[in-house]
């Protein structure tokens, strides 16, 4: 059964830092192109980051660009987001997302439940 | 970047009811298109990719359509599982993004 389980949110201060992880099983993780979305309370999806399967390729949305790092470690089947200089406008929940797909997008066919960020003094 | 437009934003409809959502881009994405049902408090879920392929597993009463800018979700014999919020959603091209949203509701 293919699971994508997150971990490493909480509450942390403007400015702080924060690192996400993704544990998967049940498929190839290095097949796969994996996604960060994130969804901000009552509002709608939003995505932020894409890794390819090997890790080669990445791309950010512009509103995390510069702050937010995203990598994998495949002989860990482990997917991370590295957040820095967090905003309050960062808080939602973060989900992992599996890719149909392994060296571009094309839908993501499996999530997590999500975890929590909430960025606040 | 592109943006997606969806409509209506919700609508309210009745079990047994054909509901049709609209979801435009605002250029030609070349099918790029996958459609997302979430229910309140839940993870997305993948209905149709490629604007037109249904997921394994999913009920054959949902069917998406479209070509160029212009797609659409149809959910037939609406069943009570199915209020939730739709997102259509482009992987034409980075950055990727989804439409607003479209709530049904009783």
């Known amino acids: 059964e293919v699971q994508v389980v997150e971990s490493g949110g909480g509450l942390v201060q403007p400015g702080g830092s924060l690192r996400l992880s993704c544990a998967a099983s049940?498929?190839?993780?290095?097949?796969?192109?994996m996604s960060w979305v994130r969804q901000a309370p009552g509002k709608g999806l939003e995505w932020v980051s894409f890794i390819s399967g090997s890790g080669g390729t990445t791309n950010y949305a512009d509103s995390v660009k510069v702050r937010f790092t995203i990598s994998r470690d495949n002989s860990k089947n482990t997917l991370y987001l590295q957040m820095n200089s967090l905003r309050a406008e960062d808080t939602a929940v973060y989900y992992c997302?599996?890719?149909?797909?392994?060296?571009?997008?094309?839908?993501?066919?499996?999530w997590g439940q999500g975890t929590l960020v909430t960025v606040s003094s | 970047d592109i943006q997606m437009t969806q409509s209506p934003s919700s609508v309210s409809a009745s079990v047994g009811d054909r509901v049709v959502i609209t979801c435009r881009a605002s250029?030609?994405?070349?099918?790029?298109v996958a459609w997302y049902q979430q229910k309140p408090g839940k993870a997305p879920k993948v209905l149709i990719y490629g604007a037109s392929n249904l997921l394994s597993g999913v009920p054959s009463r949902f069917s998406g359509s479209g070509s160029g800018t212009d797609y659409t979700l149809t959910i037939s014999n609406l069943q009570p599982e199915d209020f939730a919020t739709y997102y259509c959603?482009?992987?034409?091209?980075?950055?990727?993004?989804f439409g607003p949203g479209t709530k049904v509701d009783f």
């Open positions: 997302a599996k890719d149909g797909c392994e060296t571009s997008s094309c839908y993501w066919n499996s």
């Open positions: 959603q482009q992987a034409n091209s980075f950055p990727l993004t």
């Open positions: 049940g498929f190839i993780f290095s097949s796969y192109a």
């Open positions: 250029q030609v994405i070349s099918t790029w």
